[in-house]
C-alpha cells in the first residue's frame, strides 16, 4: 500500500488545515491509519489513529478538541482535521497504516506500522 499526504502548509495560529492521507489500493479499508509529526530535532511522535472499523479513535493529549481523525472508505482516505493551530504543531505530518483484524485496538507505537507515506509539512507561525 502506498500512501500520500497533502494539504500541509503555512498558517498564522488558530487557523484550520485539514491533512488527507490517500492509499493506492481498496485494501487500505483493512488497515488501522495513523497521523504521526515530527519536528526538526525531535523524535516523530503519535498525533492520531483510526481503527480498521473507524469505530476507534485516540489522539496524544496535546491535540484532543483540536484535531479530529477521520476516513472516507470509498476514496480510501483519512483525513486528520486540525483547528485552533499553534506553532508548537509546526512539523512533518506523516500517516501510517497497518492491517488489522476487525476487532484490533491500534497503536500509538510508529514501530508497529508497516507503511508510510512521505509526508506534508505544517508550519504554524505565531
Known amino acids: 500500500v502506498q500512501l500520500v499526504e497533502s494539504g500541509g502548509g503555512l498558517v498564522q495560529a488558530g487557523a484550520s488545515l485539514k491533512l488527507s492521507c490517500a492509499a493506492s489500493?481498496?485494501?487500505?479499508?483493512?488497515?488501522?491509519v495513523g497521523w504521526f509529526r515530527q519536528a526538526p530535532g525531535q523524535e516523530r511522535e503519535f498525533v492520531a489513529v483510526?481503527?480498521?472499523?473507524?469505530?476507534?479513535?485516540y489522539y496524544t493529549d496535546s491535540v484532543k478538541d483540536r484535531f479530529t481523525i477521520s476516513r472516507d472508505y470509498t476514496k480510501r482516505t483519512v483525513y486528520l482535521q486540525m483547528n485552533s493551530l499553534q506553532p508548537e504543531d509546526t512539523a512533518v505530518y506523516y500517516c501510517?497504516?497497518?492491517?488489522?483484524?476487525?476487532?484490533?485496538?491500534?497503536?500509538?507505537?510508529?514501530?508497529?506500522?508497516?507503511?508510510w507515506g512521505q509526508g506534508t509539512q505544517v508550519t504554524v507561525s505565531s
Open positions: 501510517a497504516s497497518r492491517r488489522t483484524i476487525l476487532t484490533a485496538s491500534p497503536s500509538v507505537q510508529a514501530e508497529w506500522y508497516e507503511f
Open positions: 483510526i481503527s480498521r472499523s473507524g469505530g476507534n479513535t
Open positions: 489500493r481498496r485494501s487500505i479499508s483493512e488497515h488501522a
